[in-house]
């Protein structure tokens, strides 16, 4: 995906881009990261249609993202939400579901693809003894995985992920970014997602893209891009960087 000068604006200041323009590699897991209303979301939402820019364009495959019709996009590229409304009485498996709607017509339909692909979405997801379950009965690492399972059940390439260990304890944080690993190593996913945690965004990417102001400060494999002068520039924090064998390369804060 080729994204160039893209500028969105909105009536307050923040969550805005200036002239954005970067490259997603494809299979490989892109973090988008920075300060609170540096405009990470809003990058994201440009990407999968939920936000028009004023200006620029994004291409996939070298066709610009508007000339795609809704259900052949939706086979290209799905989204996850940090926060999503959870329908009441309805399974795991049923929502799931949900997410073949794109290779769907009025006039076909193949079952037997639908059910391969949802076995293979609630697998990946380690949700198969619980795929009649209430979602309301879940807890909130379990309700990510579901939304994550549909959105793997579209068999889209590209899966983009708006803060997905928002609101969740530090254990599902760490499986579900296991999870997206996995999915990136295992079915070559090209995985775009949105990280507060800096050491989170080490770990688990290959690229990571630090905003500020709605510009890129700085883009590229995480030990090039995340240095004391940048997290001094973007954050305003002193911090330092370890390496070891355990726990690889790493950032500790120290302070304003």
């Known amino acids: 995906m080729e994204i160039q000068d893209i500028i969105v604006s909105h009536d307050s200041i923040r969550n805005h881009l200036d002239g954005v323009s970067t490259i997603i590699q494809k299979g490989k897991i892109t973090t988008i990261i920075g300060p609170n209303g540096c405009g990470k979301s809003t990058l994201l939402n440009v990407m999968s249609r939920n936000n028009k820019p004023i200006s620029g364009n994004v291409s996939l495959e070298s066709k610009d993202l508007v000339h795609y019709k809704p259900k052949e996009f939706a086979k290209k590229l799905a989204i996850v939400y940090q926060q999503n409304d959870v329908p009441k009485d309805l399974t795991i498996e049923k929502l799931v579901s949900f997410g073949r709607l794109p290779h769907h017509t ?35 690492g379990e309700r990510q995985r579901v939304w994550i399972a549909m959105a793997l059940a579209q068999q889209s390439e590209i899966l983009c992920l708006d803060e997905p260990t928002t609101y969740l304890d530090i254990y599902y944080q760490i499986e579900l970014l296991e999870l997206i690993k996995a999915l990136n190593e295992e079915h070559g996913l090209t995985i775009v ?10 770990r688990y990417s290959d690229q990571i893209i630090l905003m500020k102001a709605g510009q890129i400060i700085a883009e590229g494999a995480p030990r090039n891009v995340i240095t004391r002068e940048v997290i001094k520039e973007v954050y305003g924090v002193e911090a330092i960087f370890n390496e070891d064998e355990q726990h690889g390369f790493y950032m500790v804060p120290l302070g304003i």
């Open 106 to 140: 009025m006039l076909k339909r193949n079952v037997e693809e639908d059910a391969k692909a949802i076995e293979w979405a609630l697998a990946c997801t380690n949700l198969l003894e619980k795929r009649e379950n209430d979602l309301e009965a879940l807890s909130g």
């Open 193 to 202: 997602m949105v990280l507060h945690d800096i050491n989170q965004a080490i």
